[in-house]
């Protein structure tokens, strides 16, 4: 008999059907006892009232793997409606040895520690499953939206030779006896990859070694690359990011429904143009003094009140950042070249994704490092490539483990990731 | 006006369009001047008479970022039948440095050496790209099969505390002062994951310090990972690798047809049900003594022959590898235990994807490492894991750019690679 999932029991009423699963709870009453599988779809109940098979489910654990076969008979008091009757249950291993804590409520009420070193059981919990659904949907949307869009996916170097994009916060490692430093990202490349096919997207682990014990860095994480080239400027790239974001949202609405449920968790309205405003003029609605070099966490709380305020959005985009704050391959507003075509994506009033539009000339990337009395020898190889024709370009990176957070409200990015790294980190 | 592909000019014969891209060769006649503008979609032909024009066009080298408008003309002997007439050409960069070989020559007839130092201009050969391509549409295709199947995609660290896996060939890194290592494969966080989700699959990099310097060996590749629970043995794990790979064999052909075409490949059939022999039986076609315990290249050219003549197949399963060859946390035959549930596909003649059953006991985890005599500390958190209820279950990983390497008939690994990473070379 075909195994199926418990979703698809209630389209089976009558019939005798074959589950397996994990044993997600046992209830042992005296007449009756109650076994809940949980498998991947969901949960279904499964009542025993025949003496020898009770015995058999109270010598079960919780997270035992089990198969049972019985009849569906509907119960509008069970999940989903239906249960399991007359059943035989099989384990299909040893009895399991219970996790530290019952993944059986509501919420998991362990510390988040605790979660995270026995994360192999604590990611079964309905609620932290359902955040990383939330993220594979997520993820998927975003490469739907770009392929769509004649994006090509590309895949770059994680262990690179010279550590230059921030400089400091490298993992180094030996590579064949020579030094050799952990991708902080995939800037460079991503950049270069536009010479070759325009439009280019990664999906890929980024290195940090930053030393902040905080609830929103991770040693590792997942950066959703774009880059794109004969842009006008900087609002080419927003389009693509609302397109991105779009597709992003689209997918965990329809692909991680059922995920969204366990969470409460209900998936923002994107505006068809995301609000914008200029950063000397965000400085205005925030309050802040005409002369701040950049927004702080306060300034961008009002931001996120005033978009709401104005133009019922969740989203606001920041453009002009001053060029002193933004990376040196940020390509200046020609107008006000003391601002940048760079640009920062607020969601709900906290920075979510950063992009804008890169230099691409080559005389600017010498000019540019020369300014800021950086030598141009460690970048010689990514510069050198702009003798040989890039095209205006830009684009952007959004944080798959933030994003994932801060759709769902989670407070921690550490409760979104499968196997978090960090300063403390590098188990399980 | 907006900005048209080169592929849409057919559509807009009598038209005055804006196309942009890169300039892919200049013939200055006599008479007249072609340019030649290479975009994503592919190349344009430019007809100059002006004489203003053709000197603004000599003056600008290959690879050169230029603009040009101008009128669609229908030429049954310009590529895709039509040409732009009357232009208006304007750079939209620097003059560019040609690169050191000629990009629209048929075949990049530089050295690969030379190919991989400039490979941010290398790739834009349309065969280099369109390998790529070929990969990105691979990949795809992968994803979609697997996300119809209810696979979930996840993300897994690529630092590891240990050195696990193969023991050897591993990376050493500092984390925070900790030794830790890069991730030789996903293997036991796949196993792990199939806990949570059943069914999960990853596209990631993984990383090997082998010290060999063939053609087949890249220190960083692209690993596609999947792994499935709740299977009966490692037939089941067989079918979703069969319809792993028809997904990536549809999308390439649907998705990459223009590169197919570049690159004058065909995709190979692949039946419905691949056919399948067993290790002993294998030996035997092969000619080979029935004590070999593995099979040798020589061996393996011999079944893709026999498959082809027998079944009229690319692809063959050789099933129940010895035990001995294969890693610990492989099942056994539980009828011959000498033999494995793990299995090796063939792809023409040579090995494309190993994969299997996996034990899911923790008492046979235990079992396993001490009869090779390994000690159980380094894979405790791993073997541990096994203790909370993992079904049986097993799962196989292909080698991305090996797989799209016999794909299209590449000799060397690097070819199909954007930006390799070996022994001797960490850049670009």
């Known amino acids: ?11 089976r009423v009558g019939g005798t059907v074959r589950i397996a699963g994990w044993v997600h709870r046992r209830r042992l009453l005296k007449s009756v006892a109650f076994l809940i599988v949980r498998d991947a779809a969901g949960l279904a109940q499964v009542v025993v009232t025949d003496a020898a098979v009770r015995a058999a489910v109270a010598a079960l654990p919780e997270e035992t793997v089990v198969e049972v076969v019985g009849t569906v008979v509907a119960n ?5 409606g239906v249960e399991l009757t007359a059943p035989t ?37 309905p609620t932290r499953a359902a955040a990383l659904r939330v993220s594979a949907a997520a993820v998927a949307g975003f490469r739907a939206a770009l392929d769509a869009r004649d994006f090509v996916e590309i895949h770059t170097p994680k262990v690179v030779a010279s550590s230059t ?78 397109d991105s974001l779009a597709g992003m949202l689209d997918e965990v609405r329809s692909r991680a429904d059922t995920a969204l449920a366990t969470l409460g968790v209900e998936v923002p309205e994107l505006p068809a143009e995301i609000p914008a405003v200029h950063f000397t003029e965000a400085l205005r609605i925030a309050g802040a003094p005409a002369d701040e070099p950049d927004l702080t966490p306060a300034h961008e709380r009002a931001l996120g009140q005033w978009a709401r305020a104005e133009h019922g959005s969740e989203f606001l985009f920041v453009t002009g950042y001053p060029m002193a704050k933004r990376p040196f391959y940020t390509h200046p507003d020609p107008a006000r070249p003391a601002y940048s075509n760079g640009f920062d994506l607020l969601f709900r009033g906290v920075e979510l994704v950063t992009g804008g539009q890169r230099l691409h000339r080559y005389d600017d990337y010498v000019a540019a490092l020369a300014a800021r009395g950086e030598p141009l020898e460690p970048y010689a190889g990514y ?11 830009g684009g952007f990176a959004i944080g798959l483990e933030r994003f994932v957070a801060r759709l769902i409200g989670a407070a921690n990015v550490r409760e979104v990731t499968a196997f978090p790294r960090d300063l403390h980190r590098l188990t399980p």
Chains 1, 2 share one sequence.
């Open 1 to 11: 008999m075909q195994r199926i999932l418990s979703t698809q029991l209630p389209a």
């Open 76 to 80: 509008p008091t069970a999940p989903a």
């Open 89 to 125: 249950v099989r384990p299909l291993g040893p009895p399991a040895v219970p996790p530290p804590f019952d993944l059986y409520r509501p919420a998991l009420t362990a510390t988040l520690p605790t979660q995270l070193d026995h994360a192999p059981v604590a990611l079964r919990h």
């Open 165 to 242: 994009e921030s400089g400091a916060n490298v993992f180094a490692l030996d590579w064949f006896g020579r030094p050799a430093y952990l991708a902080q990202s995939p800037q460079f490349y991503k950049q270069l990859m536009v010479g070759v096919f325009e439009r280019v997207y990664e999906v890929g682990p980024v290195f940090r070694a930053e030393p902040h014990d905080t609830v929103r860095h991770l040693a590792q994480y997942i950066s959703l690359d774009v880059e794109l080239g004969f842009v006008a400027d900087h609002r080419d790239v927003m389009v693509v990011l609302r």
């Open 383 to 393: 510069v050198d490539a702009f003798r040989h024709g890039i095209p205006p370009h």
